[in-house]
């Protein structure tokens, strides 16, 4: 989407918890389009299977599978949200399945506001496939 290209944006300059704050709506809003596209499903089994995907134990799962086809960039964007102090607790989480999934949240949020939507369709889906 184009709708940031006319904002004055400075993507390095917007914190790792910031961009986690997008990135983690942009990996919920392809999660729930892809579940309705596979198949109408009563609300609740969408949910249900939408809180499988987005929880942060499947997201560090899935940042680990991606890993390998990050550039350098996309790597360092990815360890300052992993790296970044959250000040709060987990829940339902282990602490580093948190981070990552916070690192993971973090590289989303910057892909979408540089407006690179190829990419994260690209790498969400490889999330989605390596390993089946």
């Given at each position: 989407m184009d709708i940031l290209h006319d904002k004055n944006v400075d993507v390095s300059s917007?914190?790792?918890l910031t961009l986690a704050f997008i990135g983690d709506t942009v990996f919920d809003l392809l999660t729930r389009c892809e579940l309705v596209c596979e198949a109408n499903r009563p609300v609740n089994a969408l949910h249900t299977l939408a809180s499988k995907r987005v929880c942060a134990a499947a997201q560090a799962?899935?940042?680990k599978k991606i890993m390998p086809l990050l550039s350098e960039d996309e790597t360092a964007?990815?360890?300052r949200g992993r790296n970044a102090h959250v000040g709060s607790k987990?829940?339902?989480a282990s602490s580093s399945d948190y981070h990552y999934a916070t690192g993971l949240e973090s590289l989303f949020g910057w892909l979408w506001l540089k407006g690179e939507t190829e990419r994260i369709k690209y790498l969400y889906s490889e999330i989605n496939n390596s390993g089946e």
């Open positions: 917007i914190s790792p799962e899935g940042i964007v990815f360890k987990a829940k339902n």
